[in-house]
Nanobody, 120 residues
Framework: QVHLVESGGGSVQSGGSLRLSCVASGHISRRPCMAWFRQAPGKEREEVARIYRSGIISYADSVKGRFTISRDNAKNTLYLQMNSLKPEDTAMYYC??????????????WGQGTQVTVSS
């Protein structure tokens, strides 16, 4: 099971930017998919962005055009560039890697999370 460590969270004003990083213990190139999720207080965890081993990317409608997911296989690191942040983006952000090697199963290994707080 891959071990994930997120960093890069913090407090910013509305309209600001942050870049989250997730360092994995293993080769992320072997993961069929990886993703960023977030969970705000009192709300369910939601998927923000996903990247497949093929390079295909998907985003939640709420972040399209503002967030960019990317990965650096050489550094075993997943990124989430977040621009034009809004107060509703405030949440704990989690990095996730699929547990299986062959296909994207939506069975995830999780990082510990990094807090993002956006003030108006």
């Amino acid at each position: 099971q891959v071990h994930l460590v997120e960093s890069g969270g913090g407090s910013v004003q509305s309209g600001g930017s942050l870049r989250l990083s997730c360092v994995a213990s293993g080769h992320i190139s072997r993961r069929p998919c990886m993703a960023w999720f977030r969970q705000a207080p009192g709300k369910e965890r939601e998927e923000v962005a996903r990247i497949y081993r093929s390079g295909i990317i998907s985003y939640a409608d709420s972040v399209k055009g503002r967030f960019t997911i990317s990965r650096d296989n050489a550094k075993n690191t997943l990124y989430l560039q977040m621009n034009s942040l809004k107060p509703e983006d405030t949440a704990m952000y989690y990095c996730a890697a699929d547990k299986y090697d062959d296909y994207c199963s939506d069975s995830w290994s999780w990082g510990q999370g990094t807090q993002v707080t956006v003030s108006s």
